[in-house]
């Protein structure tokens, strides 16, 4: 069974439509690409597929229990910080030891101070323990 089952979707703004007829389907284990010029209906599209936009008419089916999410193009006003950072900060605990294990990697690198070092080496051994190299690796 497919995750989600697009039939017929239109949608206009006022003027010519920007989907029209659109069907398809997505099956598990697809990988998809989307490409488009500039105001071709991409992010409409995805908008609609997330749920954030009505469509004119068609029907959109997904399989039970999925969820659809939509990262945005555009970064909110709101957020501060390198994207390792915004990144980690979604991570409860292992998030926390990630940046602080990159901010002392940055100090020690600049003077190898000895309370550095056993801080780094603290930290290093926290990141072991909770598996954090994995999901270092996965920022």
């Known amino acids: 069974m497919a995750l989600v089952t697009v039939k017929n979707v239109s949608l206009a703004f006022g003027g010519p439509p920007v989907l029209d007829e659109v069907s398809f389907q997505i099956d598990k284990g ?3 690409c989307l490409l488009g010029r500039n105001g071709s209906g991409k992010s409409t599209l995805l908008k609609v ?3 954030e936009l009505d469509t004119d008419g068609g029907e ?4 039970s ?3 659809i999410a939509r990262l945005s193009q555009d970064v909110a006003v709101d957020v501060h910080g390198s994207v390792f ?3 980690t900060a979604g991570l409860p605990n ?3 030891l990630l940046q602080r294990f990159h901010r ?3 100090i020690v690198a600049e003077s190898s101070a000895e309370p550095d070092l056993q801080a780094l080496q603290r930290v290093q051994h926290e990141l072991d ?3 954090g190299w994995n999901i270092h690796n996965r920022v």
Do not use: C, F, K, P
């Not at 959109?60 to 399989?63: E, L």
């Open 30 to 32: 697809e990988r998809l």
């Open 49 to 51: 597929l997330a749920g």
């Open 60 to 63: 959109i089916v997904g399989m």
């Open 65 to 67: 229990g999925i969820r």
């Open 85 to 87: 950072e915004v990144i």
């Open 94 to 96: 292992v998030g926390a």
């Open 104 to 106: 002392l990697s940055h």
């Open 129 to 131: 323990v909770a598996d």
